[in-house]
Protein backbone atom coordinates (compact mmCIF):
# COMPACT_ATOMS: atom_id res chain seq x y z
CA UNK A 1 0.00 0.00 0.00
CA UNK A 2 1.71 3.10 -1.21
CA UNK A 3 -0.97 5.40 0.27
CA UNK A 4 -2.40 6.89 -3.07
CA UNK A 5 -5.57 4.90 -4.63
CA UNK A 6 -7.16 4.64 -7.61
CA UNK A 7 -10.48 3.93 -8.98
CA UNK A 8 -11.59 1.76 -10.40
CA UNK A 9 -9.07 -0.59 -11.21
CA UNK A 10 -10.79 -1.63 -14.48
CA UNK A 11 -12.56 0.15 -17.04
CA UNK A 12 -14.24 -1.10 -20.26
CA UNK A 13 -15.74 1.88 -22.38
CA UNK A 14 -17.64 2.23 -26.22
CA UNK A 15 -16.10 5.22 -27.86
CA UNK A 16 -19.10 7.72 -27.40
CA UNK A 17 -18.94 7.35 -23.68
CA UNK A 18 -17.89 9.76 -20.97
CA UNK A 19 -16.21 8.08 -17.36
CA UNK A 20 -13.79 9.35 -14.99
CA UNK A 21 -11.20 8.26 -13.06
CA UNK A 22 -10.17 9.11 -10.00
CA UNK A 23 -6.80 9.13 -7.91
CA UNK A 24 -6.30 10.02 -4.17
CA UNK A 25 -3.58 10.89 -2.13
CA UNK A 26 -3.53 10.29 1.98
CA UNK A 27 0.45 11.81 1.91
CA UNK A 28 0.21 14.89 2.34
CA UNK A 29 1.83 15.64 -1.38
CA UNK A 30 1.57 18.40 -2.68
CA UNK A 31 2.22 17.33 -6.47
CA UNK A 32 0.15 14.81 -8.27
CA UNK A 33 0.44 13.14 -11.77
CA UNK A 34 -1.09 11.67 -14.06
CA UNK A 35 0.96 8.73 -16.29
CA UNK A 36 -0.18 6.47 -19.33
CA UNK A 37 1.88 2.75 -19.72
CA UNK A 38 1.11 0.92 -22.86
CA UNK A 39 2.78 -2.42 -23.50
CA UNK A 40 6.50 -2.41 -23.69
CA UNK A 41 6.56 1.23 -23.73
CA UNK A 42 8.27 3.32 -21.06
CA UNK A 43 5.40 5.56 -18.85
CA UNK A 44 4.54 8.60 -20.57
CA UNK A 45 3.46 11.63 -18.79
CA UNK A 46 0.34 12.95 -18.87
CA UNK A 47 -0.35 15.86 -16.70
CA UNK A 48 1.24 17.27 -13.47
CA UNK A 49 -0.59 18.99 -10.67
CA UNK A 50 1.34 21.61 -7.87
CA UNK A 51 -0.81 22.39 -5.08
CA UNK A 52 -4.19 22.13 -7.29
CA UNK A 53 -2.57 24.28 -10.41
CA UNK A 54 -2.00 22.83 -13.54
CA UNK A 55 2.02 22.88 -14.49
CA UNK A 56 2.63 20.13 -16.97
CA UNK A 57 0.20 19.28 -19.97
CA UNK A 58 2.41 17.25 -21.96
CA UNK A 59 0.46 17.66 -25.54
CA UNK A 60 -2.38 15.23 -24.51
CA UNK A 61 -5.38 15.17 -26.77
CA UNK A 62 -8.42 17.15 -25.28
CA UNK A 63 -10.71 14.19 -24.80
CA UNK A 64 -8.34 13.20 -21.76
CA UNK A 65 -9.45 16.13 -19.50
CA UNK A 66 -8.03 16.67 -15.94
CA UNK A 67 -9.40 17.87 -12.92
CA UNK A 68 -7.68 18.61 -9.49
CA UNK A 69 -10.19 19.53 -6.83
CA UNK A 70 -7.57 20.00 -3.90
CA UNK A 71 -4.38 18.53 -3.26
CA UNK A 72 -5.45 15.16 -2.41
CA UNK A 73 -7.65 14.39 -5.01
CA UNK A 74 -7.35 14.15 -9.15
CA UNK A 75 -9.52 12.88 -11.63
CA UNK A 76 -8.88 12.57 -15.44
CA UNK A 77 -11.76 12.58 -17.57
CA UNK A 78 -12.34 10.73 -20.66
CA UNK A 79 -14.80 11.09 -23.42
CA UNK A 80 -14.83 9.75 -27.29
CA UNK A 81 -11.86 7.68 -26.48
CA UNK A 82 -9.94 5.47 -29.52
CA UNK A 83 -9.14 2.09 -29.13
CA UNK A 84 -5.21 3.00 -29.27
CA UNK A 85 -6.31 5.11 -26.10
CA UNK A 86 -6.69 1.39 -24.28
CA UNK A 87 -3.67 1.55 -21.06
CA UNK A 88 -2.93 1.41 -17.65
CA UNK A 89 -3.07 4.74 -16.68
CA UNK A 90 -1.17 5.32 -13.30
CA UNK A 91 -1.81 8.20 -11.26
CA UNK A 92 1.29 9.53 -8.74
CA UNK A 93 1.92 11.97 -6.22
CA UNK A 94 4.93 13.75 -5.00
CA UNK A 95 6.30 16.09 -2.07
CA UNK A 96 6.59 18.55 -4.69
CA UNK A 97 6.18 19.22 -7.94
CA UNK A 98 9.05 18.88 -10.49
CA UNK A 99 11.68 19.61 -7.95
CA UNK A 100 14.66 17.55 -8.53
CA UNK A 101 15.58 15.50 -5.33
CA UNK A 102 11.98 15.31 -3.69
CA UNK A 103 10.67 13.80 -7.02
CA UNK A 104 10.64 10.42 -5.31
CA UNK A 105 7.46 9.51 -6.82
CA UNK A 106 4.30 7.31 -4.85
CA UNK A 107 2.74 5.61 -7.70
CA UNK A 108 -1.42 3.70 -7.51
CA UNK A 109 -1.71 0.71 -8.78
CA UNK A 110 -3.67 2.01 -12.06
CA UNK A 111 -6.55 2.02 -13.73
CA UNK A 112 -6.48 -1.11 -16.64
CA UNK A 113 -8.65 0.93 -19.20
CA UNK A 114 -9.97 -0.78 -22.34
CA UNK A 115 -11.68 1.01 -25.78
CA UNK A 116 -13.96 -0.82 -27.50
CA UNK B 1 17.20 12.57 -29.89
CA UNK B 2 16.82 11.63 -26.22
CA UNK B 3 16.80 8.05 -25.79
CA UNK B 4 16.72 5.93 -22.28
CA UNK B 5 17.83 2.09 -23.03
CA UNK B 6 16.91 -0.62 -21.01
CA UNK B 7 17.50 -4.22 -22.30
CA UNK B 8 13.92 -5.55 -23.35
CA UNK B 9 15.18 -8.92 -23.47
CA UNK B 10 13.81 -11.08 -20.17
CA UNK B 11 16.94 -11.58 -17.79
CA UNK B 12 16.70 -14.55 -16.17
CA UNK B 13 18.57 -15.70 -13.40
CA UNK B 14 19.07 -18.53 -10.84
CA UNK B 15 18.51 -17.89 -7.36
CA UNK B 16 21.35 -17.10 -5.37
CA UNK B 17 23.00 -15.13 -8.40
CA UNK B 18 23.36 -11.98 -8.69
CA UNK B 19 21.42 -10.02 -10.94
CA UNK B 20 22.77 -6.91 -13.22
CA UNK B 21 20.11 -4.53 -14.77
CA UNK B 22 21.74 -1.73 -17.37
CA UNK B 23 20.55 1.85 -17.57
CA UNK B 24 22.14 3.14 -20.72
CA UNK B 25 21.16 7.09 -21.52
CA UNK B 26 21.82 9.43 -24.64
CA UNK B 27 21.58 13.18 -24.94
CA UNK B 28 20.58 13.28 -21.34
CA UNK B 29 22.92 15.40 -18.63
CA UNK B 30 20.84 13.96 -15.19
CA UNK B 31 21.03 15.40 -11.83
CA UNK B 32 19.49 12.26 -10.35
CA UNK B 33 18.90 8.61 -11.67
CA UNK B 34 16.10 6.72 -9.83
CA UNK B 35 15.59 2.75 -10.38
CA UNK B 36 11.64 1.39 -9.52
CA UNK B 37 10.47 -2.05 -9.22
CA UNK B 38 6.85 -2.83 -10.90
CA UNK B 39 4.78 -5.73 -10.66
CA UNK B 40 2.41 -6.93 -13.33
CA UNK B 41 -0.83 -5.32 -12.36
CA UNK B 42 0.78 -2.43 -10.01
CA UNK B 43 2.36 0.78 -10.08
CA UNK B 44 6.08 1.21 -10.16
CA UNK B 45 7.60 1.55 -6.32
CA UNK B 46 10.45 3.54 -5.64
CA UNK B 47 13.62 1.67 -5.30
CA UNK B 48 16.75 4.09 -4.93
CA UNK B 49 18.13 7.53 -6.25
CA UNK B 50 21.61 8.61 -7.15
CA UNK B 51 22.74 11.61 -7.65
CA UNK B 52 25.44 12.74 -10.17
CA UNK B 53 28.39 13.40 -7.71
CA UNK B 54 27.72 9.88 -6.69
CA UNK B 55 29.50 6.59 -7.85
CA UNK B 56 27.67 4.18 -5.98
CA UNK B 57 24.58 3.89 -3.80
CA UNK B 58 23.48 1.07 -1.45
CA UNK B 59 20.50 -0.29 -0.02
CA UNK B 60 20.32 -3.54 1.50
CA UNK B 61 20.73 -6.17 -1.19
CA UNK B 62 20.10 -3.56 -3.44
CA UNK B 63 22.97 -1.77 -5.54
CA UNK B 64 23.36 1.24 -7.77
CA UNK B 65 26.19 2.88 -9.88
CA UNK B 66 26.44 6.13 -12.04
CA UNK B 67 28.67 6.75 -14.43
CA UNK B 68 28.08 9.71 -16.25
CA UNK B 69 31.14 9.52 -18.41
CA UNK B 70 29.58 6.27 -19.63
CA UNK B 71 25.53 7.61 -19.55
CA UNK B 72 24.95 4.49 -17.96
CA UNK B 73 23.22 3.51 -14.46
CA UNK B 74 23.81 -0.46 -13.45
CA UNK B 75 21.38 -2.28 -10.87
CA UNK B 76 22.65 -5.04 -8.86
CA UNK B 77 20.95 -7.34 -6.76
CA UNK B 78 22.83 -9.96 -4.73
CA UNK B 79 21.61 -13.01 -3.47
CA UNK B 80 18.34 -12.69 -5.68
CA UNK B 81 15.27 -14.31 -5.01
CA UNK B 82 12.24 -15.66 -6.59
CA UNK B 83 10.49 -12.84 -5.24
CA UNK B 84 13.08 -10.57 -6.49
CA UNK B 85 10.99 -11.70 -10.24
CA UNK B 86 9.25 -8.07 -11.59
CA UNK B 87 10.11 -5.31 -13.98
CA UNK B 88 12.53 -2.89 -12.90
CA UNK B 89 12.67 0.63 -13.98
CA UNK B 90 14.97 3.39 -14.59
CA UNK B 91 14.53 6.72 -14.59
CA UNK B 92 16.05 10.13 -14.66
CA UNK B 93 15.79 13.96 -13.93
CA UNK B 94 17.07 16.47 -16.32
CA UNK B 95 16.74 20.24 -15.72
CA UNK B 96 16.83 21.21 -19.09
CA UNK B 97 13.52 18.83 -19.22
CA UNK B 98 11.67 20.70 -16.69
CA UNK B 99 12.82 17.81 -14.00
CA UNK B 100 10.58 15.90 -14.82
CA UNK B 101 10.99 11.66 -14.39
CA UNK B 102 11.44 10.27 -17.63
CA UNK B 103 11.45 6.88 -17.56
CA UNK B 104 13.09 4.07 -19.69
CA UNK B 105 10.56 0.73 -20.81
CA UNK B 106 12.12 -1.72 -18.27
CA UNK B 107 13.68 -5.23 -17.82
CA UNK B 108 11.51 -8.01 -16.60
CA UNK B 109 13.78 -9.66 -14.08
CA UNK B 110 13.04 -13.64 -13.34
CA UNK B 111 14.83 -15.13 -10.50
CA UNK B 112 14.05 -19.23 -11.12
CA UNK B 113 15.01 -21.68 -7.97
Known amino acids: ETGVTQTPRHLVMGMTNKKSLKCEQH?????MYWYKQSAKKPLELMFV???????ENNSVPSRFSPECPNSSHLFLHLHTLQPEDSALYLC???????????????FGPGTRLTVL | SQKIEQNSEALNIQEGKTATLTCNYT??????LQWYRQDPGRGPVFLLL?????KEKRKERLKVTFDTTLKQSLFHITASQPADSATYLCALVDAEYGNKLVFGAGTILRVKS
Open chain 1, 92 to 106: ASSREALAGYYNEQF
Open chain 1, 49 to 55: YSLEERV
Open chain 2, 50 to 54: IRENE
Open chain 1, 27 to 31: LGHNA
Open chain 2, 27 to 32: NYSPAY
